[in-house]
């Protein structure tokens, strides 16, 4: 169940959770739905930019960015790159353009943890999600069209919604000891489990990973 | 984009983009996007004639 179509674990190393990207027909890119001059690079890794944090970065830390602590996203700030663990939230972004995609993630750098997704500095692409919804009838053919247009930019696997979901909440079950006090699954097959079925998959996962 | 409340902190690494370039447009929307020009007709158009000044 942990191996779906190439998605590659032994890659994974921090939090999943869903973002939607839209094509825009003039920069003939992936942007995102709600800041349309946000490109997304086919190499799958963008990072947050905020001013107002960063202004408040010590100088002589400004010409170091590789050396300087970790001010974006702002603890008392909105900015960073957000992504979600519910698909009703993801779902209200793919309406920017007629092709959008909404794509499996990771966080990366610093990331500020929410009941229902993440504000982080990096965010990378690691899948596109095909939807299999019934209420897509009459727009199949374009989602389903654009989900590989995005696997083909990002050069990342397709995986259906039922897996990604499986995938993202056993993952962040898996890094998050303290899981069962805040996480809320979103996969249904995953909210059916119980603390010894999560924790059987877990060893599972971790021995395939080491063999990996 | 709504978040809820808040859980925890993390600091991971960061990590160094390897830049690729943004593939040019393909065939398929180069064709689409090509203004269709009318095709071009040479139409010659005789001078026209002068007209005749009758004297009263």
């Known amino acids: 169940m942990l191996?779906?179509?190439?998605l590659k674990f032994d890659q994974l190393e921090n939090e999943l959770a869903l973002k939607a990207v839209a094509w825009d027909f003039e920069q003939h890119a992936f942007v995102s739905p709600s800041k349309k001059e946000f490109v997304w690079n086919p190499d799958g890794l963008e990072a947050a930019v905020c001013h107002k944090c960063e202004s408040a970065m010590p100088v002589d830390m400004?010409?170091?960015?590789?050396?300087?602590?970790?001010?974006?996203?702002?603890?008392?700030?909105?900015?960073?790159?957000?992504?979600?663990?519910?698909?009703?939230?993801?779902?209200?972004?793919?309406?920017?353009?007629?092709?959008?995609?909404?794509?499996?993630?990771?966080?990366?750098?610093?990331?500020i943890i929410y009941?229902?997704?993440?504000?982080?500095?990096?965010?990378?692409?690691?899948?596109?999600?095909?939807?299999?919804?019934?209420?897509?009838?009459?727009?199949?053919?374009?989602?389903i069209g654009a989900a590989y247009q995005a696997a083909d930019y990002f050069q990342v696997p397709v995986i259906d919604t039922k897996t990604a979901f499986v995938v993202m909440d056993l993952w962040n079950i898996f890094l998050n000891d303290d899981w069962h006090e805040w996480y809320r699954p979103e996969s249904l097959d995953v909210k059916g489990m119980n603390e010894a079925d999560i924790l059987q998959y877990k060893e599972m996962f971790f021995a395939r990973k080491e063999m990996a | 984009m709504r978040t809820g409340e808040k859980v925890k902190t993390k600091?991971?690494?960061?990590?160094?983009?390897?830049?690729?370039?943004?593939?040019?447009?393909?065939?398929?929307?180069?064709?689409?996007?090509?203004?269709?020009?009318?095709e071009r007709i040479e139409v010659e158009i005789a001078p026209a004639e002068q007209p005749q000044i009758r004297s009263a």
Not at chain 1, 73 to 94: A, H, L
Not at chain 1, 120 to 140: C, E, M, N, S, W
Not at chain 2, 14 to 38: C, G, H, M, W, Y
Request: charged fraction near 20%; glycine fraction near 6%.
């Open chain 2, 11 to 38: 600091e991971y690494p960061r990590r160094v983009p390897k830049r690729i370039a943004i593939p040019a447009p393909d065939v398929f929307t180069k064709e689409r996007d090509k203004v269709q020009q009318p």
């Open chain 1, 115 to 143: 009941m229902d997704g993440m504000r982080t500095y990096q965010l990378a692409i690691r899948a596109v999600i095909k939807p299999v919804f019934t209420h897509y009838v009459g727009r199949d053919n374009l989602i």
């Open chain 1, 62 to 111: 400004k010409y170091l960015p590789e050396l300087s602590p970790n001010m974006v996203p702002g603890d008392n700030c909105s900015c960073g790159i957000y992504s979600t663990f519910r698909w009703s939230i993801v779902e209200g972004y793919v309406s920017a353009s007629p092709i959008s995609a909404v794509m499996l993630t990771e966080a990366v750098g610093k990331t």
């Open chain 1, 3 to 6: 191996q779906p179509n190439n």
